[in-house]
């Protein structure tokens, strides 16, 4: 019986590794390159299917495929690989829960980021409609919704049908999707009016002292949210701080192909980041795509980036940070109220952090607390579902998750990405409110 070769594994049997993204080699952006890879990886995943019920992109490749002339890749038109290309939202599911040939494998599949190069070689060639462009400018969208006054004016409007109208037909932004109210009480004030000190404790993997990212989201739609994980961090005798003079962490942008702004955004964060590192601090943000953002895709833009790789590795998840803590013995479990049967959504960004289930590991400390992990995408993936071509595809995504809330007849509903629970509680179309975990977990203190 002959025996396998040195270094041969059946299928990916190894942990998946990711190759840096190469975005400033001119190869990058090569228009017969790039397509001669779509092609390639279109064929393969052609042959396993094994995506399909991920997101859109997958039925739409496999449709064109299937009503092809030859029914293989090679029938479809290479113009119609942007419908694939479109439906992507960069989720990273199919690359980390899916695909069997993601690297080390040999066939060296990385869907994600194929799709992002495409989405870069396009925002290159061709730019952004005018939508896009406002929709990715979190930033300067939220900063203008937050004066006072205006935030009156914008609340109520996103609520007028007339007003909901006139953005599905002008800008794109489809009627009935669900958009966050904005606050000029934002999340930086409020932090600056009630900050407080206490005596921090380092652990072995954790400093006791943490600067809080606010994000764009956190600090201008969900105050209350930052508000919420401040009060549970100094419950714990952890010290927190806000990072300052923040810019979007440029997922957004990412998400838009629009590579040299997310360049932009890494040049202001990182250097105040990684002071803040320099100085003790731990690194959390409460939205997961910030946190992967940080984490994932700029050490993959700026691999010899010394400081990118400094804050990649002091940078966590909140419910990481805080089972961290509970294994060092440094968490508090003087829980006085428990939360009964919770519904919980895991987000996709948090799921590829490879850092486990670690809110329902929190959560489940609680006496008397039941969680059901629900593992599924939401649908509403950055601003895919706001978009009037894509709303409905994306409520039919967000259908099985709906269903699994019910299912649950769960006391409380919560998602660890507020957007995505917004977006269950629209699903829903009932009287009750999605709870961010970390609002339980205050409830649970009862701080």
Not at 55 to 68: A, K, R, Y
Not at 326 to 346: I, S
Not at 368 to 384: F, K, L
């Amino acid at each position: 019986m002959s025996t396998p070769k040195e270094g041969i594994r059946e299928g990916s049997l190894q942990a998946p590794t990711r190759h840096p993204l190469g975005w400033q080699d001119a190869k990058f952006y090569d228009e017969t390159e790039l397509f001669h890879e779509l092609e390639r990886v279109f064929d393969i995943c052609h042959g396993c299917r094994r995506c399909v019920s991920l997101c859109h992109s997958f039925p739409t490749l496999f449709d064109l495929v299937d009503n092809s002339k030859t029914m293989e890749v090679d029938g479809v038109a290479k113009q119609d690989y942007w419908q694939v290309v479109e439906h992507c939202y960069l989720c990273d599911l199919c690359y980390m829960t899916k695909c069997p040939y993601v690297p080390p494998h040999e066939w060296n599949v990385d869907f994600p980021h194929l799709m992002l190069r495409a989405k870069a070689y396009k925002f290159k060639t061709q730019g952004a409609s005018l939508r896009d462009k406002v929709l990715s400018s979190t930033d300067n969208v939220s900063k203008f919704a937050g004066i006072p006054v205006v935030v009156n004016f914008v609340n109520a409007a996103n609520r007028t049908p007339l007003f909901r109208k006139a953005l599905h037909n002008v800008l794109g932004v489809h009627e009935q999707a669900h958009v966050p109210e904005y606050h000029s009480d934002t999340l930086q004030k409020r932090a600056e009016a009630k900050a407080t000190e206490v005596s921090a404790k380092a652990g072995t993997h954790t400093k006791g002292k943490v600067a809080l990212f606010a994000t764009c989201y956190g600090n201008y739609n969900e105050p209350a949210l930052g508000e919420d994980l401040i009060a549970v961090m100094n419950h714990n005798d952890i010290e927190i701080r806000m990072v300052g003079k923040e810019q979007c962490c440029g997922m957004p942008k990412l998400e838009l192909g629009d590579l040299d702004a997310v360049a932009r955004a890494k040049a202001a964060n990182i250097p105040q980041l990684a002071a803040l590192v320099d100085a003790g601090y731990d690194i959390v943000a409460p939205i997961p795509s910030c946190v992967l953002m940080f984490k994932q895709e700029l050490p993959l833009m700026f691999p010899d980036d010394a400081q990118v790789q400094k804050v990649k590795k002091a940078i966590f998840d909140p419910f990481e940070y805080l089972m961290l803590r509970h294994k060092e013995g440094l968490l508090k479990t003087d829980f006085n109220q428990p939360l009964g049967k919770v519904a919980y959504h895991v987000a996709c960004h948090q799921r590829v952090q490879n850092i486990g289930l670690k809110t329902r590991d929190v959560l489940a400390l609680v006496p008397n607390t039941q969680v059901t992990a629900i593992e599924r995408c939401s649908g509403h993936d950055g601003t895919y579902a706001v978009k009037k071509e894509y709303y409905d595809i994306a409520m039919k995504i967000l259908k099985p998750v709906v269903n699994r809330v019910k299912d649950a007849q769960a006391d409380h509903y919560a998602s660890d990405c507020p957007m995505a629970g917004r977006f269950i509680e629209h699903g829903l179309a009932d009287d009750s409110h999605t709870e961010h975990p970390i609002q339980l977990l205050r409830k649970a203190y009862g701080i």
